[in-house]
T-cell receptor, first 114, second 113 residues
Framework: GQQLNQSPQSMFIQEGEDVSMNCTSSSIFNTWLWYKQDPGEGPVLLIA?????ELTSNGRLTAQFGITRKDSFLNISASIPSDVGIYFC??????????????FGSGTQLTVLP | EAQVTQNPRYLITVTGKKLTVTCSQNMNHEYMSWYRQDPGLGLRQIYY???????DKGDVPEGYKVSRKEKRNFPLILESPSPNQTSLYFC????????????FGDGTRLSIL
């Protein structure tokens, strides 16, 4: 399957700091999604991006769909302890046989230190 | 409450003993999917279903079967489980439309000894 390169793999930050993570691919995607997974739970959708250049916010979270359609980033401002978890990017290819088939990045493990 | 429900949540079993993981959604979603999650690999799609009686292979279908006899249910079947199928499994569903995001269950942790 297609590869999504998500970085960094892990981050340790102090409470109150801003966080940035990104996903890149050699392929063009129609849609970029960002999910968060808490321990023992399934991923929960944070932000969905549908157009190149789109910048969308959800509270302290901001994500952008890259102009080239091959990348996306997620920023978290003023981190708090409950931001701890694994963040996944996911992309939908334009040529996907199913309109719902997603390719996931390998995840960014975020730890927020008090 | 909108939910995707998986059972069991945890299972330890032995090689070769057939098992089924059930998945049910109450949102009348057409699309359902199974993923496995392994450390450092993210989520990889096993099988998906566009609607009742319509299923197709994802990226890692070997060793798995699925069925979609009813819209709400999408069981994952391991006919002869092997240790390399030890993993965390997630079921997801979404409505059919332009890039409707998928809703995930809470996961099933399988250990095959």
């Amino acid at each position: 399957g297609q590869q999504l390169n998500q970085s960094p793999q892990s981050m340790f930050i102090q409470e109150g700091e801003d966080v940035s993570m990104n996903c890149t691919s050699s392929s063009i995607f129609n849609t970029w999604l960002w999910y968060k997974q808490d321990p023992g739970e399934g991923p929960v959708l944070l932000i969905a991006l549908y157009k190149a250049g789109e910048l969308t916010s959800n509270g302290r979270l901001t994500a952008q769909f890259g102009i080239t359609r091959k990348d996306s980033f997620l920023n978290i401002s003023a981190s708090i302890p409950s931001d701890v978890g694994i963040y996944f990017c996911a992309g939908q290819l334009p040529s996907s046989g199913s309109a719902r088939q997603l390719t996931f990045g390998s995840g960014t493990q975020l730890t927020v230190l008090p | 409450e909108a939910q995707v429900t998986q059972n069991p949540r945890y299972l330890i079993t032995v090689t070769g003993k057939k098992l089924t993981v059930t998945c049910s959604q109450n949102m009348n979603h057409e699309y359902m999917s199974w993923y496995r999650q392994d450390p450092g690999l993210g989520l990889r799609q096993i099988y998906y279903s566009m609607n009742v009686e319509v299923t197709d292979k994802g990226d890692v279908p070997e060793g798995y079967k699925v069925s979609r006899k009813e819209k709400r249910n999408f069981p994952l079947i391991l006919e002869s489980p092997s240790p390399n199928q030890t993993s965390l499994y997630f079921c997801a569903s979404s409505s059919y439309g332009v890039a409707q995001p998928q809703h995930f269950g809470d996961g099933t942790r399988l250990s095959i000894l």
